[in-house]
């Protein structure tokens, strides 16, 4: 069996478990759902719904993220939301077609 495929054993998944910090999956949530909150704002994607629920779970768990991360962490993850909210905006206009 290759490395890859190996399965961790239950105390290498307990070491692992030991060294995660709850700040690193939070900050990677945000992360995960910058990404696909932009890209429900996509036009081959679009799904404002979608996209308004990612901003809305973003602005919930920054301030919370933002206890455990550096200042200018904090600043870029308030900018992206700005941005989102910013794109969303523009996403949610009514095209001149209509």
Known sequence: MADEERVPSEQELREQL???KVSDVLVTSVFQISSLGYHKLSEEARDLEQARLAIEALRALIPVVAQAVPE???RDLEQ???NMQLAYAEAA???ESD
């Open 18 to 20: 030991r060294k995660l």
């Open 72 to 74: 200018q962490v904090k």
């Open 80 to 82: 992206m939301v700005a």
């Open 93 to 95: 206009k009514p095209s």
